[in-house]
């Protein structure tokens, strides 16, 4: 509980909420593509994995392309706009989800491996202890 007036309170939040919400002018849409890049006035920009081969909304504010959510109106990304064209400009916590994930695969695989290795190994106890059901 914070004792203050909401009125106040919001009255010093509005500029915060007005900065991320789409303002309804903003009819510039794009497709990021399935690679996750989104392309815009010759360069490409990193987009989060759960919005790859989804369409998003832009917004240029001098040389800051603001990147938004189409449903939620929220920002998603923001990049720095170079001034020559051909880049591709990368945010590395785009790619975060994606590094886990390959994480995950290489420790299942491993895991996979290891039981694999082993299946002689339990057949032959198996056969030791039960007689021949293998």
Excluded at 16 to 43: C, E, F, M
Aim: with cysteine.
């Amino acid at each position: 509980m914070t004792k203050q007036q909401p009125v106040k309170l919001f009255a010093e939040e509005q500029p915060l909420l007005n900065r991320t919400l789409v303002s309804p002018q903003i009819t510039n849409r794009r497709l990021v593509d399935k690679t996750g890049l989104l392309s815009y006035a010759g360069n490409k920009y990193s987009m989060p994995r759960t919005y790859h081969r989804k369409q998003v909304a832009m917004l240029q504010e001098k040389y800051t392309l603001q990147v938004f959510d189409v449903d939620s109106s929220c920002i998603i990304a923001e990049h720095q706009i170079p001034e020559c064209k051909g880049h591709i400009i990368k945010n590395a916590h785009h790619y975060q989800d994606l590094k886990k994930s390959i994480q995950r695969k290489n420790n299942q695989i491993e895991i996979i491996t290891a039981a694999i290795s082993y299946a002689p190994i339990v057949r032959i106890w198996a056969r030791s202890k039960f007689g021949t059901f293998m």
